[in-house]
């Protein structure tokens, strides 16, 4: 019985030595990753809208929602939404395209940790390439990548619902500019 308190209690100390220094190494490495997180998305931002040279991030309760594209003319060029969706193994982040009619120009898979050669496809031109020129009535219409269809319906369901959650908002922003 001794024995088993002994190991017991040396196994705790391990346990919180280990789980104290996994603290410690999160808190030292968050700020660099999110720094890179962010880098990466606003690399993606000038991929997807090569035309405009100033993003405005709109913001909503800490978390940005899309980005409005100026030209160098200080006009409207189009948004950039940020959409998210549940694929089969992780959170998929998205940024898709939009130009001034709410038409999809470009979509850039910016986080997916799907299933390699299945899942990781979404971010292939051949399934992005078919979101080009489509709105909300006609995102149906993209074709899901077959053997992965949970991850593709998760982006073409998550870009719709977003573009339909702030379709009146960018038609705001729209009238606001004019």
């Known amino acids: 019985m001794k024995e088993m308190l002994k190991y017991g209690v040396i196994l705790g100390i391990v346990c919180l ?9 999160n808190a030292v490495t968050e700020p660099n990753i999110e720094k890179q997180r962010l ?3 606003t690399g993606a931002l000038s991929l997807i809208m090569p035309e405009a040279s100033v993003f405005k991030p709109h913001t909503k309760e800490d978390k940005t929602n899309y980005y409005i594209a100026y ?10 939404i940020k959409a998210e969706g549940k694929g089969y ?3 998929i982040e998205i940024l898709a395209g939009l ?6 120009t470009d979509i850039v898979i910016i986080s997916a940790n799907e299933t390699p050669g299945l899942g990781s496809r979404v971010s292939e031109p051949s399934f992005i390439g078919q979101f080009k020129g489509k709105d909300i ?6 074709q899901a990548i077959t053997g992965a269809t949970i991850s593709s319906s998760a982006v073409i369901r998550a870009v719709k619902n977003y ?4 379709k009146p908002e960018l038609e705001k922003e729209l009238i606001n500019a004019k």
């Open 163 to 166: 573009l339909t959650q702030l």
């Open 39 to 41: 880098k990466q998305e």
């Open 17 to 25: 030595v280990s789980s104290s220094v996994l603290a410690v190494v």
């Open 71 to 80: 030209g160098q003319d200080n006009k409207i060029k189009g948004f950039i």
């Open 137 to 142: 009535a006609s995102i149906d219409n993209v």
């Open 99 to 104: 130009n001034e009619k709410l038409e999809i």
């Open 89 to 91: 193994s992780s959170v």
